[in-house]
């Protein structure tokens, strides 16, 4: 039943589409002596539809759409099952075969009633102890370590870190009598090696902390002891030293400029580090390489600088973050050649302005020369899929020179009156209304210049 239905459906739905394609491509006007509706003409078809003449139809499939027609209602062919009402003797005999209702002892029952409800909760804590207490109460607590050794319990920072903010270290007695902190600091049982600029403080009347100005200086190994023989306030006594020591990390490069390709063959190069740096000693320890040969550096003067403006605006972001003394900016002594990878590495024992601790590591960046200027790539969207709302593009290998570059000489075929021409770095972007199914051909002039005065051949 339900395949006939299917296969009756697809039939009326055929019959639907072949009366409908007529009027949507034949009465488009293939008939020139066509009249409008209502008038009469045999050209009007059963429906009465306005023929066009062919020069002014558009292009493309024209439906039209109709009221339908109701559907036989539903049927349900669902089958009952026969059915026939019990008569009084077979319910009679049906009942007596269920186990008798028993009278349960529970079920009288009175309406249940609390006693009460309970009293209202309150808020806070009920202390029934008494007040004031008792004169043998007001006595202070007894030390836990009163007799004992002083012990070290815990202190920072240990090992290597990569900053050091504070120097803390916490005992297990009381060092001080409370009193002012500048009486207070007068106390330090503690032995800090090298030395740093700062104040020692206590937190309370165990905990001495160090507090460096700013932090502990970079690329340095502090040891820190506290001797034998230490006394707390109270009587105890270290037995045996604590010594620890911690470590604050080498100069790290952490921004580099050139950070991309293609550069000029005189291109400068701009390092900054997480610290304070010599760039004298910093210059001594950096190699370049073109190709696989070393090319001589030196640093760039004061004028170099105020005349590259990406150099320029990179060292008023340092200074500008409170980082300046940390920069070096440089270039090789000659030309690279084109077209060459620039291989740049500060290498092991890179010094530090503010310890003596050098790199272990060296590190490294790079950076190409620019090519011959070329056309790299061409199309439209993305992949293969090319739609009339997509742009065309143009890629180059090099970066163009915008003030050169006129698109009144970008020829596209077939034309695009509201043609949007848009040139940046190495892109041409072409915007505007694209035919369907049409293909359409770019001429680049030969005249296009990149950004280091290259032609396009």
């Known amino acids: 039943m339900d395949d006939h239905r299917s296969l009756t459906t697809r039939r009326l739905a055929l019959a639907a589409l072949a009366l409908m394609l007529p009027v949507a491509c034949g009465g488009r006007a293939t008939n020139n002596n066509s009249a409008p509706a209502g008038s009469g003409g045999g050209g009007?078809?059963?429906?009465?539809?306005?023929?066009?003449?062919?020069?002014?139809v558009p292009a493309g499939l024209d439906l039209r759409l109709s009221a339908g027609k109701q559907g036989p209602p539903a049927f349900d062919r669902a089958t009952l099952a026969p059915a026939r009402k019990l008569s009084p003797a077979d319910t009679t005999a049906l009942l007596a075969r269920a186990k008798p209702i028993a009278a349960d002892a529970a079920d009288p029952q009175a309406f249940a009633l609390r006693a009460g409800s309970q009293p209202p909760p309150r808020t806070g804590v009920t202390i029934t102890s008494a007040f004031p207490p008792p004169a043998?109460?007001?006595?202070?607590?007894?030390?836990?370590?009163?007799?004992?050794?002083?012990?070290?319990?815990?202190?920072?920072?240990?090992?290597?870190?990569?900053l050091a903010p504070e120097l803390s270290?916490?005992?297990?007695?009381?060092?001080?009598?409370?009193?002012?902190?500048?009486?207070?600091?007068a106390t330090t049982p503690v032995k800090l090696s090298p030395p740093a600029k700062g104040k020692w403080r206590w937190i309370g009347t165990?905990?001495?902390?160090?507090?460096?100005?700013?932090?502990?200086?970079?690329?340095?190994?502090?040891?820190?002891e506290i001797p034998a023989g230490t006394k707390s306030a109270i009587g105890g006594t270290l037995k045996q030293p604590t010594r620890f020591t911690f470590e604050t990390p080498a100069p790290?490069?952490?921004?580099h400029y050139p950070d991309g390709s293609p550069q000029r063959l005189n291109a400068p190069m701009f390092v900054m580090f997480d610290q304070r740096i010599d760039p004298r000693a910093v210059l001594s320890a950096i190699t370049v390489k073109a190709g696989g040969k070393p090319f001589a550096i030196r640093m760039l003067e004061p004028a170099e600088l105020a005349a590259d403006k990406q150099l320029q605006s990179l060292v008023d972001?340092?200074?500008?973050?409170?980082?300046?003394?940390?920069?070096?900016?440089?270039?090789?002594?000659?030309?690279f050649p084109a077209d060459t990878a620039i291989a740049v590495e500060l290498g092991t024992g890179t010094p530090s302005a503010e310890g003596p601790n050098r790199t272990?590591?060296?590190?490294?960046?790079?950076?190409?020369?620019?090519?011959?200027?070329?056309?790299?790539?061409?199309?439209?969207?993305?992949?293969?899929?090319?739609?009339?709302?997509m742009s065309l593009e143009i890629v180059f290998n090099n970066p163009l020179d915008a003030d050169q570059f006129d698109d009144s000489k970008l020829?596209?075929?077939?034309?695009?009156?509201?043609?949007?021409?848009?040139?940046s770095g190495k892109l041409i972007a072409v915007a505007g209304t694209l035919a369907a199914r049409t293909r359409y051909r770019m001429v680049v002039p030969g005249g296009v210049i990149d950004e280091f005065g290259q032609t396009l051949p």
């Open 206 to 224: 165990r905990t001495l902390l160090f507090d460096p100005e700013v932090r502990f200086p970079q690329a340095t190994t502090y040891k820190v």
């Open 169 to 185: 270290v916490t005992f297990s007695q009381p060092m001080i009598a409370v009193t002012s902190q500048e009486d207070a600091a």
């Open 44 to 56: 009007a078809g059963a429906a009465g539809q306005a023929l066009m003449q062919a020069k002014d």
């Open 360 to 389: 272990t590591q060296p590190q490294t960046f790079g950076f190409q020369t620019y090519p011959p200027l070329k056309i790299e790539s061409h199309g439209c969207g993305w992949g293969s899929t090319c739609t009339p709302g």
């Open 252 to 255: 790290a490069m952490v921004a």
């Open 317 to 335: 972001g340092a200074k500008q973050a409170e980082q300046d003394g940390r920069w070096l900016a440089f270039r090789a002594t000659q030309p």
């Open 411 to 423: 020829v596209i075929t077939p034309a695009l009156p509201d043609a949007t021409i848009v040139q």
């Open 136 to 162: 043998s109460s007001l006595l202070p607590p007894a030390a836990s370590d009163a007799g004992g050794d002083l012990r070290v319990l815990r202190y920072l920072p240990e090992g290597k870190v990569p």
